[in-house]
């Protein structure tokens, strides 16, 4: 996990992550990493609309975005 994180961060990519919060609530953020910090990430969080530190052992799942080019018709 820690190896898709260190990734999406040297690629300044967007993530989507599934989380287990402290209420053992599972959640899907998606974030955009700031620093990786021993076993926590600090990201800004579009979900919560601000920074947050997320445990890396919490984070269950991690998926690239991946934007749609504009302009392009199907």
Known sequence: MKN???KAMQ???IIDIMYIAKNDA???RRIKLI???GDSVQAYCFT???KR???IDNILAVYPVIS???GLNA
């Open 35 to 37: 620093k990786i910090a």
């Open 4 to 6: 898709q994180i260190k």
């Open 26 to 28: 599972i959640t899907k």
């Open 11 to 13: 690629h300044n990519q």
């Open 53 to 55: 530190t997320f445990k």
């Open 68 to 70: 749609k080019a504009s």
């Open 48 to 50: 919560r609309h601000d």
